[in-house]
């Protein structure tokens, strides 16, 4: 019985202090000085002002964590740490922590969990209520996640032809997902959709993109805003998780009658295998879902084809985009 232990109980129960330690770091800036040479309790205190005490513990529980490596009194980031937690780096993600651990989002999953597993879904309009400044801060803080992502997805399209020349970019957010197909595309015309005070950060990024008249927005709920088009490409980037199955065929129903005879859909989500209980990541992120939606879920493959098929699609192929957790889902009007 050596195997039986409190000790994932015990891990699980306090995961909150994981989430503490990791947005002190970053507000210290614990990870860039490391980085910048300050490799020891003493030289972490002086470029942080914090106090020797409060680092000796913060750095040690990152060391655990995996975080930091340690070697006698001296500490080191880890490749990971280096690439995402070094606020010098290109691939800087660590403010995004003010999205995924802001207090909506903690009142959310911590409140009372037992409530929305009762209710199948979060009691209220939760993170779907019309124009919730939380997708303000989404837009801000997660764009480094998903710029990558985005670039990733509009690549997948490289060989297109002919090329597209309209785009629609559902729930665009950041806009990151438009701004590379009209980067990839130099002739293509890009909408955005969203609530318009998150269009505002969209705007700001297409500004900076130098995009100018080919970057319009859209502002509005997808549900009810008139689409326009035909478009050749509707980009449906991390949005039919927030949502019932029902409601997802209505929306896709609604893109396939916005596209173009030969035109695609391109959705990005959490896919988890058909168990639902992998890969981690997709597979955990329907108990997000559960906490923050009335009925949102991750999608495994079946229920992706079904939802297609139901709305007028193809068979759909699916991508992995790889090293994220997110799968690329392209589907061609039937």
């Not at 699980?12 to 002190?24: C, D, Q």
């Not at 990541?281 to 079946?302: C, D, E, Q, R, V």
Request: charge should be negative; aromatic fraction near 10%.
């Amino acid at each position: 019985m050596s195997d039986i232990s409190p000790e994932l109980l015990m891990d699980t129960v306090l995961g909150y202090f994981r989430t503490s330690a990791i947005k002190a770091a970053i507000e210290l800036d614990v990870f860039t000085a490391i980085a910048e040479g300050a490799g020891t309790v003493a030289a972490i205190s002086r470029r942080t002002g914090a106090a020797e005490p409060g680092i000796q513990a913060l750095a040690d529980y990152l060391t655990v964590l995996g975080f930091l490596d340690k070697s006698g009194d001296g500490y080191r980031l880890t490749a990971s740490s280096a690439a995402f937690l070094d606020r010098r780096s290109p691939a800087f993600l660590g403010d995004f922590h003010r999205f995924l651990a802001a207090p909506e989002m903690l009142g959310l999953a911590l409140s009372d969990p037992a409530a929305f597993v009762r209710n199948g879904g979060s009691v209220g309009l939760a993170n779907t209520a019309p124009e919730d400044p939380v997708w303000v801060s989404f837009a801000r803080y997660m764009a480094p996640f998903f710029g990558p992502i985005a670039e990733a997805t509009a690549a997948h399209f490289a060989g297109l032809t002919p090329a597209p020349g309209r785009i629609l970019d559902i729930a665009a957010g950041h806009g990151l997902f438009g701004i590379a197909f009209a980067r990839r595309f130099p002739a293509a015309e890009v909408v955005a959709l969203d609530w318009d005070n998150v269009l505002g950060v969209a705007r700001e990024n297409a500004a900076a993109a130098g995009l100018g008249a080919r970057y319009r927005t859209l502002p509005g709920s997808a549900f009810d805003v008139p689409f326009g088009g035909p478009y050749d490409i509707i980009l449906m980037p991390n949005f039919l998780h927030h949502f019932d199955e029902a409601a997802c065929i209505g929306l896709l129903a609604k893109a396939r009658a916005a596209l173009a005879p030969s035109g695609r859909v391109a959705i990005v989500e959490f896919v988890p295998n058909e168990d639902r209980v992998s890969p981690p990541m997709p597979a955990m992120f329907a108990y997000i879902m559960l906490a923050t939606t009335p009925g949102g879920t991750s999608f495994p493959p079946s229920a992706l084809r079904r939802m297609l098929a139901h709305a007028g699609f193809r068979e759909p192929d699916f991508a992995p985009l790889a090293p994220s957790p997110q799968t690329l889902v392209v589907a061609e009007v039937a």
